[in-house]
């Protein structure tokens, strides 16, 4: 239909026919927008909007910057490098003012004190009196609070005064700003994110690998037996999935732990000493033979329903054709389980990453995946931008895992169940 | 844009709507919630007409903050930590308290001198004083009883595992204390960097033997359990276990570390009237006193003290439980919630790298 | 063509049975021995037995008594892949994730050929079966009669001289399994290999094999060249399978070497060729194929039995006409005519005699 002038189709009563294919098209797919919209505006609100508004939030925090005014204003028209002058110092007289007026120095100080540790005090002290400043300001303020001094406290109002800025993601990956402004890391007894994101990308593979050892027979399994005998397995294997999170969870600590079933068994057997009970709880093996119990259900389905389909005569095929039972099920049968196993293990790859109240029960110490640190920034020191840019880190490494898997295998390939 | 995310945080976290002749008071859950529509709401209720909707947080704060900076409120009263408290009422999102509306004692002194020192702030008032401290297994410890926070420390004395809360605060303070720090001093010597450094150094000498807990109902557990010979904890929560189930469970008064919890009124609360007027009445030196019958935490009201009488099974004498018995007062660190607004992140980053060395 | 050459077959069952459950036995005391260069069918209905009997010469099942042997050599507890038997399944079993040519080069790969021999092997076999320009596509993109013709590729790649096909046709259309049947035929014979071929299509088992094996309840019921099967079926169970067959019970009233008479049920007297008829008095079954039945008197065969019929209905069927009649009580009499010019055409209600040649009248046994 390139020359559409002179090969113009036409329906029956004269109408261009692509022009009556769109219309009768149109009413469809208006209808399937339709029935779309519900789920697609739920999504929206429930899930885009705040996973946006998380990543906004990681580089975007104008908690100091809209209440300093100022100081802003100082720090745009003085370069990187520029005396903390008298000006300076008026321009804080007048923020910290406008803060008392405002209630809002404990909201700008918590800013600050996210990047200088103990530095929130000094906004709301300093605040308290901020009405009766008289110039010269350096001398009046630094009179109330010497600490007004530190060079760090200057260089940290700067890096605040645009609302937009990095610190969060230079503070998820265990760097900060020395006095001039370069990026170091931070002291060594404070590093720790990227520690942990490493160990949690260690476990949460560790888990993966685990999960397809263990599942890839069982759905084996399953997949060979006469229906009746798999629905039965299927229902145990599933048994734990129906169960609370919390409830599996706590089953292992009563399991586990050192005045435990397991330990209760092996002392009584006199495989160990009562003194001398394997701790296998609050700690990392505590936290992968949990997770990987509990996210076993997620490899077992994918792989059980890839298997299905698979008919016994491709096996049979290759045996056939001369290949021992180990070639075949390497090159024939292992190759066809692959979207399975794809599927299965970055289901559970991606699940163990975001993983939070299993480890923070069981995972004690050194069992502390990133999540939990991105829970306790929510919850306890509220330095949400910083919970945000670690979040959106998390969610990048597992977009990275998504793509790599989409290179090797191909995202089309994917079988969920 | 920060507006819209606080707003579908709030819409998830509380879906509630407000209207006349009702009161929503957020509190944590469980026993404690309990004990204060025993001891506060029910009493209320029946005195003004007016209906309490209790709803449960794991942290009230939370969604106080993000109802206030969305800007639609419909928590009217919320039970807080003081240093929740101080830093909400500094960032302008509490109503602010005058103490004059507070009654005074029934022996008529003033309501600012009956309350414990601190129980006052700016835009809240505390309900109750609690305790973090050492229980132990009285089984494991025949004849030869743990008494001090030294001995919690002291595991060539006492063996075996201990339970510790996984956060900087309160732990780190409790090592110095048990590393010879007086409490009052605590903050001080936590401020610099060698502070820190004497607490990590007291933590690594029972490092391998420590169970880390969370939640508060682990350590009663994991004492039970025999996981632990002795553990930090809640004391309402020791209590619950040792009265209430009889649990053979001491508790070391020494050292103890003391929090409130504290009403407080979200800045634009939909019935702010009846608010200030709830807030009054739960804290009158009866209500304070009713609601230790219930749980195992101490009035902030000293005029309180002489009213506690028996715990509800209508055997045990409350007194000796309590964290505002003087018996039991005589070393505790006072919690400083400037000091944890200012260091709380820093300090968490480096209890964490601590813990993951 | 050729048959059984040698005294012992290349391919042997001897006295194989198979149980799965440990009470009934799917195959019954098979004895088969299948000649170099055979085309040998295995045909019968699903439960039959004829699949056992080929997966366990294939390897794939193993029997629970008796002796399958494989060029003179007991096979009994040797692995497939050892077997050296090439195989075509019913829904091709090309493995999906490999490319045509990949899929050609498996069997040679595991055999450790060298990448160049197994290049030119590989075209050799798509070439042989008209698919060279498709080395490169996955099965997935090519139709099933594609597929099949790799399959078979597959199958024959490394020189196997014994091919095991399981019903391989089964999921094509008409005219290509018309097409692919005369397409294999000639392969066997060009390449001179042994096939065990199974179906349940009989069109299919007469059109292709040397010998075929009709099999019943675990037992072969009749093995011979098509052309005896269906001329000459042993028992009603042959007779019935294969083509069509009129059936007339009676009772045996006189038995000779060459002929024997029945009693119809209505009392008419027949002459009939006994097959498995063993004493007078016994029930037996005649059957007669419909195209053996002639009403016009001018083209009886001589000797030619004579009995009343009544035309119940007429099908135009374009090459012959079908005739359903009642004969000797029975409704379902049926005569094939040829429509040939000036052929009579009859009408329903029409009573005429009609007759056929006592040898194409079988007395076998009742079923």
Redesign the interface.
Known sequence: MTDATSQMITTADGKPLKAALAASLAVRRRRAFLLVAPLFLFIL??FI??IG??L??SF?N?TFSKNAPALVEWFSTHPEGSEIDESAYAALAADLALMKK??????A??RI??DV?????LF?STARGADKFQPPFKEAILKVEKKWDDPNVWRAMRSASSPFTLDFYLAANDLTRDETGKIVP?AE????YK??MG?TLMLSLEITALCLLLGFPIAFLLSSLPMRKAMLLMILVLLPFWTSLLVRTTAWMVLL????VVNDLLVWLGLIRDDHRIQMM?NETGTIVAMTHILLPFTILPLYSVMKTI?P??V??????????W??FR??YL??T?PGIGAGGLLVFILAMGYYITP??VG???G?MISN?IA??M?????WS?AAALAAELLAIVLIFFWIYDKLVGIDKMKLG | ??K??IL??AL?ATGYAASAQELNIVSWGGSYTVSQVEAYHKPFTAMTGVKINSIDA??PA?PL?AQVEAGNVSIDLADIELSDAI?L????LLEPIDPAMLPPAPDGTPATEDFVPGAIQDCAVANIVWGTVVAYDKTKFPGNEPSTLADFFDTTKYPG?RGLL??AKRTMEMALVADGVAPDKVYEVL?TDEG?ARAFKKLDSI?KD???W?AGAQPPQLLA???VVMTTGYNGRFFAAEVGEGKPFGTIWDGEYMDYDLWAIPKGAPHLEDAKKFLAFSTDTQRLADQAKYIAYGPARKSSNALIGMYKDGKTEMAPYMPTNPENMKNPIWTDP?FW??????L???F?????S | MTTAATDEGFVVFDHVQKSYDGETLVVKDLNLSIGKGEFLTMLGPSGSGKTTCLMML???ETATHGEIRLGGTNINHL???K?????V???Y?L???MTVAENLS??LE??GMGKSDREAKVKRALDMVQMGKFANRRPAQMSGGQQQRIALA??LV?DPELV?MDEPLGALDKQLREHMQFEIKALHERLGITVVYVTHDQGEALTMSDRVAVFNDGRIQQLAPPDELYERPKNSFVAQFIGENNKLPGTVESLEEETCTVRLQTGELINATPVNIRHVGQETLVSIRPERIEFKPEMMPPGAHMIDAEVLEVIYMGDIFRTRMRVAGIDDFVMKSRNTLGQTKLRPGERLKIGWHPQDARALDPM
Not at chain 2, 341 to 346: G, I, V, Y
Not at chain 2, 352 to 356: F, G, I, K, R, Y
Not at chain 3, 83 to 87: C, D, F, T
Request: positive net charge; proline residues 5%.
């Open positions: 609100i429930s909007v705040p508004q998380m906004f939030q975007y104008d405002n209630r809002s120095a404990g909201e100080g918590t004190n996210y540790s103990g530095t929130r005090s709301t931070v007894g404070q590093a720790i520690k942990l160990r732990q050192s005045q435990g609050y008919p005569s491709y049979r095929a290759a045996r056939s054709l001369g290949a021992t039972s070639t075949a090159r024939v190759p066809q692959l923070a029960l004690g110490a050194d502390q640190m306790m920034h919850q306890k020191t509220l330095n910083l | 844009m920060k819209l995310l579908t945080t998830v794991d942290n939370t903050k830093r009422c500094d960032e302008g595992k996984k956060t401020g820190v490092k420590i169970v880390w969370e359990d025999g996981e400037t607004a200012d260091h709380d992140a820093e968490a980053e480096k964490n790298a601590w813990l993951a | 294939a390897g794939f692995p497939p892949h077997r050296g038997i090439g195989m399944f019913q829904n079993a493995f999906p994730h498996f069997p595991v055999r597959r199958a490394f095991l």
